[in-house]
């Protein structure tokens, strides 16, 4: 297969390999807890064909925007896009915007950790819960047989009470996270992935399949997609937009770090496609696994933690083979999230490692070790540290405990920013024989390209942050 051809010496071993790591990268907790939500409460068909014209439209050109320039650069995200820059004859310090991406990387890493934390947590719930159930001899259990469904939702606020059990948790998750990164790019992040991915296939699949059979299906497709477009308006397309983009994994240094080890031979936008492709069918797909399970027993489509955390198990606390189903689920999560960890972490180790001549492992537990402990002042802020305010002075973050205000900063600022100056950077400034070159496009695709990077990327962006910073010009 077509190797290694950056300067370290690592790269992907093949194509696939490359496409595994990226989609791990992007199909994550976003995903699996914030677009079906998303879409089903903002108008449901109406709002998953505006998400899919960002993904086209901006999402995919943002995508092999990043990619180009890591495989042009073959080095981290920051000397990247200096080298596109030098051999584009602009200004070096355009590597600024790499460096965002970096510092996105290593802030949304230091809460996604935490996040990653709950859901070991819960592997471990339902896993001792199925075990227990399988030994007495009735693996048809529904989960968490000894608890009512009143009670289990006491599962997650004890968790978040219990300051032990979070950042053991959280040790735990980052611990794997910078033990699989140290190991390099095709022993540790490929493997994973290549291990990770197909697993969680196949899971979704089943568990899609399970709630199809089991649970409430019609009404959760009437949910996702019975198109409503008198709720889109300027607030929903925005928060289209921004879940795309994050979704995936857009301006947060993570794919142009992957792109530093794609071989010379491989085919960036075809493999773009399929990225942006890849995470939108998940995205969907999580929504028909997800709504079934939680309609069939009457429960509201909430979001987020409560969504996975709270609703989810009470839903497989009364299905047939739920403490299964439930111990399966979460394995599903947690691999999901791992994936993604271990793109943010690589795209700061990549940097550190670049940076101070540090070997990987010893750049990977630095890093990682650092983006740790930032994550332990996110932790806390759900219980002892819950009333610091480390922005109060601002108003957009005057109630925003450490988590959200790093939430805040990353989605609301760093990420708008960094993709702005991507698009205007790839759009305006890079060499445009050198995008061609690296892109391999057709003359009329070029210039499809061209318009939607140089132009739509940046005004749609550009509003992203106006909005966020300023809700009220929302209404
Ligand atoms: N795309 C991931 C998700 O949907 C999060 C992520 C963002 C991962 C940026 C890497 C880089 O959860």
Known sequence: MAGAVAPGGEGWSSRWAFILAAVGAAVGLGNIWRFPTLAGENGGGAFVLVYIACVILIGL??????VLIGRHGRSDAYHSVVKVAEDSGVSKSWGLFGGFGILGAAAILSFYSVVAGWVLYYVGVMGADFFGALFAGNPMAGALAAETPETIPNRMTDLFANNTLLLGMHVLFMGVTIWIVARGVTDGIEKAAT???PAFFVLLVLIT?????TGEFAKAVAFLFTPDFSKLNASVINEALGQAL????VASAALITYGGYVARETKLAPTAVMIGFADTGVAILAGLMIFPIVFAVGLDAAAGPTLVFQSLPIAFHTMPAGSLVGLLFFVLVFFAALTSSISLLEAVTAW???????SRPMAAWVTGGVIFLVGVACALSLNIWSDVRLLGFWPLFAEANIFDTIDGLVGKILLPVTALLTSIFIGWKADKKLVQAETELSAGMMSVYRFLIGWLAPIAVFLILLFGLFPSLLG
Do not use: C, N
């Open 209 to 213: 399949i399970y709630g199809a059979f």
């Open 352 to 358: 550190a490692k670049e940076k101070t001549g540090w």
């Open 195 to 197: 291990i990770l991915m």
């Open 246 to 249: 994050f979704s995936m994994s």
């Open 61 to 66: 050109p943002m995508v092999l925007s990043e």
